[in-house]
């Protein structure tokens, strides 16, 4: 229910959630204590966990993000620009391409991108045709 786009230079998200059925606005994307930008999509409260425990040092990975069912993909994007890719581990995996989209949007979202749109104009798209991504949109540059 979310969808998250970088272009290289920018990170955008959608902000619509669902709490059993109501539309909420919330921020899934923030710059971290480093200068890192971080985005979660799926369940907001476990992304939210990934972030504490990304800028508490990596200790104690949280119990929840190693489960079949309740865990949060997120991404890092370092100062160097580099992707990061966390799932189920604490062991992220570097995205090698300079564009990425996340989130039950993210076909939409990638084609946009590869067609040459930034990544506010990759939601927007996103938002348009998929109907679990909405609300507004956050932005956060590197």
Known sequence: MTIIAWDGVQLAADKLADNGGVALNVTKIYRLKDGSLFGCTDILAFGLQMKAWIEGGL???PAAQQTEADWAPCIVITPSKEILMYERTPYPFKVEQTYIAIGSGREFATAALHLGKNAVEAVEVA?????TCGGGTDILVL
């Open 59 to 61: 200790k104690d990975f």
């Open 127 to 131: 938002k348009t045709l998929c109907t």
